[in-house]
């Protein structure tokens, strides 16, 4: 990815390397937080500045460790910044926006344990991507989090208004439609090459 251009890095991000569809991070909070449209678009919101902000923060964290040689404290560095980050929107957020904060209850302290933030922030390390590259493709990631958050918040709100049969109320039509949504994106698959 590291040869990529800016552009190529963005869009590859969101469709082909899909943090939700091809690379499975952040299940929880897709399932957890899709039953409505405003609370997906609240999670997404934090997600991106969360993810955005960690992956500023972690990257330069992550050139101080290498400089010390001591790169392999990375993982828990980004467990600090991200905890940190996460504390903070949600005070935030409880500030500004308390219907916000209500509505997504527990998940936005799990934005904290989110595999989507963690992984964002450890590829771009990973990938040997410039700071700027490293930005990009996290709000990217960020981009394609939030549009398969909706998409399927907005595909459970309408299934709620439809006859669906008894045994697949619920859960298991919820399933059935990430399965099917995670199929779509897997066409992108062929960006990334």
Known sequence: MAEMSIFSIFLVSILANNVVFARFLGICP???VSKELSTAFGM???????????TA???PVFEGLKALD???????????????LVQVVEIVLKKTAPSLYQSLGIFLPLITTNCAVM???????REELSYFASLVFTVGSAIGFAMAL???AGIRERLEVRHVPKVLQGAPIGLIT??????????FSGLGS
């Open 178 to 187: 990430a399965g099917i949504l995670a199929l779509a994106f897997m066409g």
């Open 44 to 54: 997404s919101a934090a997600v991106l500045a969360v993810m955005t902000l960690a």
């Open 150 to 152: 909706i998409i399927f």
């Open 70 to 84: 001591i790169q392999y404290l990375d993982t828990i560095s980004f467990i600090v910044v991200i905890a940190s």
């Open 30 to 32: 897709y399932l957890g």
């Open 119 to 125: 992984g964002t922030a450890l590829l771009s390390v």
């Open 57 to 59: 923060i972690t990257y």
